[in-house]
């Protein structure tokens, strides 16, 4: 699986939009993005995922530029709730392979 | 929605002692993953099983062992613990095939003493 650079740290105003880049330059042809996050100490939480199109659900968005180098995750308008560590992954498609983690990216909302 | 189970949420062992984890997997999910996570590092692949066969396998010490039964829950068992086992134990499952997603349990924390 390729692998993926993320900042260290972010930090965000609350209700303003949070943009996490990630940089994923080796990426292969069917290999899909997955980004998840981690609330201190609970369990990791799936976000969303893509191969080339944008895609949005309820959570999120991640666009994906069109040499498929690089993404963004975005959190429209975040809340402290969304202070957490985010994991950019990249996976290959049908497979039931294991995650491998990278160091993420800590994202801390400021009231 | 149901979420992944995982029992015991803490556990204390000394060391040399045996710990036994528990997971119970999303109803309908056949495919279930084990992560560690020691303190301020990054979740570590362990082991995966699919339709309670092992498929995938991380960096799990000989000293442990895993499985899934029929019901498709599974088991971490730990031997001979050691103070560098201390971790948070977390448990994902997911349906097997193209781009699903793994869930998540909360983890079990484990201390060794």
């Known amino acids: 699986d390729a692998k993926t650079t993320q900042p260290p740290s972010m930090d965000c105003a609350e209700g303003r939009a949070a943009n996490l880049p990630c940089n994923h330059s080796?990426?292969?042809?069917?290999?899909?993005v997955y980004w998840y996050r981690q609330i201190h100490s609970q369990g990791p939480q799936y976000i969303i995922h893509?191969?080339?199109?944008?895609e949005t659900n309820e959570m999120a968005s991640l666009i994906i530029t069109e040499d498929r180098k690089s993404s963004t995750l975005i959190l429209p308008h975040a809340t402290l709730r969304d202070t957490a560590v985010y994991y950019c992954?990249?996976?290959?498609?049908?497979?039931?392979?294991?995650?491998?983690w990278g160091a993420g990216t800590k994202l801390i909302i400021k009231p | 929605a149901a979420g992944v189970i995982q029992s015991p949420r803490h556990l204390i062992k000394e060391k040399r002692e045996t710990a036994t984890l528990k997971c119970y997997p999303i109803?309908?999910?056949?495919?279930v993953y084990w992560y560690q996570q020691g303190p301020g590092q990054d979740p570590q692949f362990l082991i995966s099983?699919?339709?309670?066969?092992?498929?995938d396998k991380g960096s799990i010490p000989d000293r442990f062992s895993a499985q899934q039964f029929s019901d498709y829950h599974s088991e971490l068992n730990m031997s001979s613990l050691e103070l560098g086992d201390s971790a948070l134990y977390f448990c994902?499952?997911?349906?097997?095939?193209?781009?699903?997603?793994?869930?998540f349990g909360d983890g079990t924390r484990l201390s060794i003493l």
């Open positions: 992954i990249v996976r290959v498609s049908n497979s039931n392979y294991q995650l491998i």
């Open positions: 099983f699919y339709e309670k066969m092992q498929s």
């Open positions: 994902a499952s997911s349906l097997a095939g193209e781009l699903q997603p793994q869930h």
């Open positions: 109803p309908r999910h056949d495919t």
């Open positions: 893509g191969l080339k199109n944008n």
């Open positions: 080796t990426i292969s042809g069917n290999e899909y």
